[in-house]
């Protein structure tokens, strides 16, 4: 829950591609860790962020970008967690 409300802190920022990856990736990060239906929030944040901008196309690409981002820094978390688990169980 933690992890959500940060994400809606970040979504409070102005909009920039900084502000999509860290968005993201708190969701994602959140998630993978702890909350798994956090994960149905990133397509409302995804929409928010298509919302507040002018230039649609432009923007679609910028959150295209953000977001695989984002998915290769929770891959990331996922699979340095697994790991970890791996190494703690054996």
């Given at each position: ?9 970040f979504a ?18 959140t ?14 944040l995804?929409?928010?962020?298509l ?40």
């Amino acid at each position: 829950m933690y992890g959500v409300t940060l994400a809606h802190a970040f979504a409070l920022q102005p909009p920039s591609k900084v502000r999509t990856f860290k968005i993201f990736s708190t969701i994602g990060v959140t998630s993978v860790i702890s909350w798994p239906f956090a994960g149905v929030l990133a397509v409302v944040l995804a929409l928010h962020e298509l919302v507040q901008t002018e230039g649609i196309l432009s923007k679609i690409c910028e959150l295209f970008s953000a977001v695989v981002r984002a998915g290769v820094a929770v891959l990331l978390v996922l699979v340095f967690e697994t790991l970890f688990l791996f190494i703690l169980t054996c």
